[in-house]
């Protein structure tokens, strides 16, 4: 027992590297934000609204009890994803934007929203959800929020995401999982 603690504790994270929970919760993170492209594009040729309200509540709806086995408190759970879910809409209107500057027309080839798309959403819940789980020490510390902020910054880079990155990792960086009840 001695000798695997010495382990964990000689590993990375000791010496400020963010822990494989963290990192692996940023890509997942930055693979939900690479889906919002064909996500806009269904919408911008139906002529859909960005925001799916109802479909944005039964998706929050099914979180508290799953967060919760998996050690995270579900109120901040649910700020995460109600997070990740304004930073896709942000994305998409920030595509739509550009689309609307230079008088996009009709899209070709893009994947079908309900058969294609939100499946793939969909999929990344569960992955998202243990990423939070298995990095929850770390966003819960702390002394471990700058390293927090730095692997956020580092990986969903405010130049390629815009105002998404910052909503997408605001839970993570503004101290609230330190703070929680």
């Known amino acids: 027992m001695r000798r695997a603690q010495e382990k964990w504790l000689a590993w990375r ?23 919002m492209e064909d996500v806009a594009r269904h919408k911008w040729n139906s002529g859909g609204a960005i925001e799916d309200a109802p479909r944005e509540r039964e998706i ?4 508290g009890l799953r967060a ?42 893009v994947p079908d929203l309900a058969r294609r798309q939100r ?3 969909d999929a990344l819940t569960a992955p998202l959800l243990a990423a939070l789980a298995d990095s ?22 405010a ?3 815009g105002a998404a990155a910052a909503l997408a990792t605001a839970s993570l960086t503004d101290g609230s999982a330190a703070r929680r009840p």
């Not at 994270?13 to 889906?35: I, Y």
């Not at 109600?82 to 209107?93: L, P, Y």
């Not at 929850?136 to 880079?157: F, K, N, Y």
């Open 159 to 161: 130049a390629a995401w």
């Open 68 to 109: 919760a086995e998996g050690g995270v408190p579900p109120a901040w759970a649910e700020a995460f994803f109600r997070a990740q879910i304004e930073a896709a809409k942000s994305e998409q209107r920030r595509l739509f934007s550009l689309w609307r500057q230079d008088g996009a027309g009709r899209f070709e080839n």
């Open 13 to 35: 994270w000791s010496q400020g590297a963010p822990r494989p929970g963290v990192a692996t919760l940023l890509a997942l993170m930055d693979e939900r934000l690479k889906l």
């Open 136 to 157: 929850w020490a770390t966003l819960s510390a702390p002394e471990r929020q700058a390293e927090v902020r730095t692997a956020a910054a580092a990986r969903l880079d």
């Open 60 to 63: 929050i709806a099914a979180l």
């Open 119 to 121: 499946p793939r959403l």
